[in-house]
């Protein structure tokens, strides 16, 4: 009979120490995934759910160290393996961490990330359990001669100011100590203490009552052991805390310059000329006005001069399409399209005001683009292929005078814009490839760009650009991705332009010879002064030869990498006459 009772007594001791443990999951999830996921809300998809897998880490650390009070009883056994199970959570999550990101630097980005990118992520979510274990044990110290409510929520209210006065440099203000982060951490301090078999596990460590109105015993001093070992864990903590002071007067300095200051521009000799004082009363957001919504009132086909086409489909899209819509829409958009006329002067372009951030209105530049190669196609309908050219020549220099500029968003931008131009030039080539003279117009325009286009992925300085890699600040792998992309998006562009300037050597060859010819090298030098290679290996483009078209297809766009982020895009064009 006694057997059984203590094996009753086992099973409901267990099924409680159960459902407390579920209890804290709970409560830990609601302070560190619910309520950081509705302010991460904007985030994009794969970054959020980067966010929530960090702090799920945390979280069962923290369950951890709770599942280790109540299994070890003795303080100083306990606290040698609380800090062995600390840093072995460190170091697993800095493995973890570097995981996450491996593919972006197995996949070739040159410089992009290094080990030591990976510390903000551990900065970051050791700074969270400091916020978690340093209130709890100030709680606790407040309240250890007579344990009451108020003595322990003071020590941990204290705690958290001390740690936002020096850790994050926050004036301290009603708003700034009563906001829902605080409120979720003191019902999880209050979840601690309230819970039967956690607080006797704590009363066991601790060595003094939990319960309001017991008087406790002073604490024991222990072994020279004991004390050596609670005194290095309050050294270490101590050392975060420093650590993390440090690292939080970078985080100002951040924070600042992405919402006062803006990156300061880098040296420039005061001879250039910066397009940014033709663009800025047409190309600033929220300063300038948006290209009017009455100039898409065109005929619906209009949208598809912006694709690729044979000639016969050019020919058959003109005859459904208005001409004076298109010029009346062009005239409204006019002005935008003169600013992008007169850059084409200008030596680069620094989007820079002191004491100001600006934001280049992307949406302008874009639909302007997208106008100019309208009247591009317009111009070529009329055999105005001169005049067609440079507009196609103006597209380009706009991408590159993006790129000019550190940002990673400009970059991006630039790419996107380059393609309007590559496509447009791509059904010139279309329109023109029995016509040596006009072959010759479109090559003279291609080399006058080539150095506006072929031009490095400089990482380091949209590094420099883009203060969220830097080394100081939390979640790279929030840029990662995007920097994924550009990296792609960016070279695909040069793939098409090199691709271009292939096919106009492919159809000169075939003008003068009769047949295209069987490999690329029998172009250079006298078609094309020399064979290109694709920007991300260095390594040769695969030419293939079939009766009547051909296709110029670049290698790389097998990696993995290319798959996931373009899908099944090919990186350039497939010609087919």
Request: charged letters at 20%; one cysteine or more.
């Amino acid at each position: 009979m006694p057997n059984n009772e203590q094996k009753t007594r086992e099973k409901n001791s267990f099924h409680l120490h159960a459902m407390e443990i579920i209890i804290l999951l709970i409560s830990l999830v609601l302070l560190y995934i619910i309520y950081p996921g509705m302010r991460l809300g904007a985030m994009d998809t794969e970054s959020h759910k980067t966010v929530e897998v960090m702090y799920l880490i945390l979280i069962f650390f923290v369950i951890g160290l709770l599942i280790l009070t109540r299994i070890v009883a003795r303080r100083s056994l306990f606290l040698v393996l609380a800090n062995l199970f600390f840093w072995a959570w460190v170091g697993g999550l800095y493995l973890i961490s570097f995981r996450v990101l491996k593919e972006i630097k197995a996949d070739s980005v040159p410089g992009l990330f290094e080990w030591g990118a990976f510390l903000p992520v551990l900065f970051t979510l050791v700074k969270v359990f400091l916020y978690l274990i340093l209130p709890f044990l100030l709680g606790l110290y407040f309240a250890r001669k007579d344990f009451r409510y108020w003595k322990y929520f003071l020590g941990v209210i204290v705690a958290f100011a001390a740690l936002a006065m020096i850790i994050e440099r926050i004036k301290l203000t009603i708003p700034s100590l009563v906001n829902l982060t605080t409120i979720l951490h003191l019902l999880f301090m209050f979840i601690l203490i309230r819970l039967p078999l956690q607080r006797k596990a704590f009363e066991r460590l601790f060595g003094f009552s939990l319960k309001p109105g017991k008087k406790s015993e002073s604490l024991e001093s222990g072994s020279f052991l004991h004390g050596f070992i609670a005194h290095a864990s309050l050294l270490q903590l101590f050392i975060l805390v420093v650590l993390f002071t440090i690292s939080g007067i970078y985080e100002r300095r951040l924070t600042k310059i992405l919402k006062v200051e803006g990156p300061a521009p880098l040296h420039t000799s005061p001879a250039l000329k910066n397009a940014y004082q033709g663009f800025k009363e047409l190309y600033v957001k929220k300063r300038s006005p948006r290209i009017p919504l009455c100039a898409y009132d065109v005929s619906p086909k209009l949208k598809k001069l912006l694709d690729l086409h044979s000639p016969e489909t050019l020919d058959n899209l003109w005859q459904d399409i208005n001409e004076d819509k298109i010029q009346k829409a062009l005239e409204q958009v006019f002005p935008y399209i003169q600013a992008l006329e007169q850059a084409k002067s200008a030596d680069y372009c620094t989007w820079h005001e002191p004491g100001e951030i600006v934001i280049p209105d992307f949406y302008n530049f874009r639909e302007a683009c997208l106008f100019l190669g309208i009247r591009a196609m317009l111009k070529i309908h009329h055999e105005k292929i001169e005049e067609a050219l440079d507009d196609i020549e103006t597209i380009f220099h706009t991408a590159w005078l993006l790129n000019t500029d550190g940002s990673l968003v400009n970059h991006m931008v630039g790419a996107a814009i380059r393609n309007i131009g590559l496509c447009h030039t791509y059904n010139v080539l279309t329109k023109y490839r029995n016509d040596p003279e006009a072959l010759s117009l479109v090559e003279n325009m291609l080399s006058r760009i080539a150095s506006k286009v072929r031009i490095s992925f400089d990482i380091q300085n949209m590094m420099r650009h883009e203060p969220a890699l830097w080394a100081v600040v939390p979640y790279p792998e929030i840029s990662a991705p995007g920097f994924k992309r550009a990296y792609i998006h960016y070279y695909a562009s040069w793939v098409k332009f090199d691709q271009l300037a292939l096919a106009i050597a492919l159809e000169k060859f075939r003008i003068k010879q009769g047949h295209y010819p069987d490999l690329l090298d029998e172009l250079s030098p006298q078609y094309i002064e020399r064979i290109p290679r694709d920007p991300y290996e260095g390594k040769s483009y695969i030419y293939e030869k079939g009766s009547g078209e051909y296709q110029i297809r670049c290698e790389f766009h097998n990696s993995p990498m290319v798959r996931e982020k373009m899908g099944n895009e090919e990186l350039g064009f497939t010609f087919i006459f």
